[in-house]
């Protein structure tokens, strides 16, 4: 068959260091390294790659590179390659276009037109190597003011919190999406760190009940898995509404990667498709949502914070300020950059809204309603750094969500490809002798470096504002100035432009 | 033991269910929402009409409604058993993977979503008079059972089993006049079929007062999907 259009990758062989060992081709699960019997040469297949760039960092030698193809077809600014490249492949297969990771496309993205403030001469700033700096947050429903009994005494009864060392937890990821020793390396790293992972919605593994203390156990509209004791095992319910690179549908793991102990968390027989439908059937409404919410907290006997995540859609700050009514103690929002394991493209690609922009809106709404303490605010959809946790903070956040950097520190090339099950990192993908490849141990590791860097960071931007804990940088835009930015952006993120 | 719920909040109910024997009668029941949700080792007779999401996340419980109840019934049900003597409304036994629910009269919208079974738990809903519109959409496994008695043949509303990937529906009767998804075919209950129907209905007739050979005196239709993976051909990877 004629091949629709020059492969996307080229792989590129130092033919004087290739050493034949083969490595490349038992590392690459999409077959594209065969070795030439006669000749005793490698040859590769590069309609097959995918670049992941497995080949090249395991190659003994440094004889692979993976290229972006310089075939293209004539330039033209409104059919771009990509553009032309989807028309083909839907013309030949009649298919909905799937993909997967966060929104690859231009949009701006405004953690990197926003700037942090610094204390000069006016305001001290703190050196967090020789001052307690306080990274610790608590998530949930704040009482709005002191009460006291008959004696004076502050009545202390706090609605359940979460307590995290600091203000980032792993976002939900499911168990059948990503591999067991995935899911293994975040419940370990999060109860090291002392923070909380995910479930996603596809249950929660009989081997990981006991990091429940550090476990946010997720109920999505296809409640699998979702039973007494998966909920009494977590920390915390979320109650999934939506999800950032896919607003609005609803999620879907064909059958072929239903097998063995995915089956058995999920609960659903292998081989048969786990649909979560679009909504949640018996939830049309805020009054319906907060049905859900209360049947959850009777379940859990009050004993756990309730979050609600949405995606990040027009009119958020209404969605927010219902939901804040709703008796949810948590309400995260997931921006249009978030990650998924698989997403139709026109959907990840075009629905949604910037998280940046749905934070500031909601925390303002939320303060001008008097209804901010009624609920903490968590937010993800492609939080890459310390400094995008700082802004977030600092734009009214009380916690960053994060997936897609953690997924890096496991060792995702973001290939983008999750979608086909063959993640040769063994991160995506349920195949035993790939997942195999993700050390759970090393895993675990690389997250808790990754965490501590960032924890050391945050602690350095605050300091240099002269700010001791993120408690004290919630909301504060003042440290925060755009630039580039038209007046509207600033009007919506709250923030003053650099120079004023 | 009884207890009197009347002007009772939901928390206090359930608080009071926790603490009480494991076979209650609560009485003067009105509109309470979440009434045992979660619970496993009770048996609840409810004297009234409970309020919505009755026996959430239900697991292992019994519970009787000498009445009506209201929507949500058994949301994602674990385990235990539902018997209402009277209807049900909307969303009934959403997502339930476990457990009976047993409904003398009619069933509101959207009865039995995305029931799902593994292995042993097969859950199972029997309907007495007809379902409402969207009966059993995404259904992944576990059985529903329409029985059209006393509905002058009606049996189901409009669009049931769409998005239908697993599990069965029985109709008691001819093929109801719906329109069903094209991935759902409707076939005549064999004799396999009718030895599990019979199964059910036995200790369903004792319950309500029916005779069970009367019930299973007549044909009955039964849904399935062709596959277990109706949307694999839709997507094509980008």
Redo the contacts between chains.
Sequence with gaps: MALLFYPEFEVVRNENRCIACRVCERQCANEVHTIDSESGLMLSDETKCVNCQRCVSLCPTRALKIVKSDCTFRENANWQDDTIKEIYKQAHSGGVLLSSMGNPKPFPVYWDKILINASQVTNPSIDPLREPMETKVFLGKKPSRIERDEKGNIKFKLPPQLELSMPVMFSAMSYGSISYNAHKSLATAAEELGIYYNTGEGGLHEDFYVYGENTIVQVASGRFGVHEGYLKAGAAVEIKMGQGAKPGIGGHLPGTKIVGDVSRTRMIPEGSDAISPAPHHDIYSIEDLRQLVYSLKEATEYKKPIIVKVAAVHNIAAIASGIARSGADIIAIDGFRGGTGAAPTRIRDNVGIPVELALAAVDKRLRDEGIRNNVSLVVGGSIRSASDVVKAVALGADACYVATAALLALGCHLCRTCQTGKCNWGIATQREELVKRLNPEIGKEHLVNLMVAWRHEIKELMGGMGINSVEVLRGNRLMLRGIGLTEKELEILGISHAGE | MMIDVTGLE??EI?QKL?ESDNKVILQGCLGQ??IA??M?DKNIAIDGIPG??LG??L?GASITVNGNAQ??VG??M?DGKIIIHGDIGD?AG??M?GGKIYIKGNAGY?AG??M????D?VPIMIIGGSAGS?LG??Q??GVIVVLGLNTNGKLVSNFPCT?M??GKVYFRGEPPKSVFPKNVCLKLATQEDMKYIEKQIVEYAEIFGYNKDEILNAPFTVATPDS???????????
């Design positions: 939901f928390n359930n926790r929402r979440f949700s979660g496993k919505n999401a959430a996340y697991n929507d949500a949301d994602t674990n969303a959403y997502a993977r959207r979503i995305h799902k079974e593994y292995q738990k969207f959409e995404y992944a496994g998005g990937h697993g277990n993976n109706p949307y694999k051909q839709m997507y094509v990877a980008n």
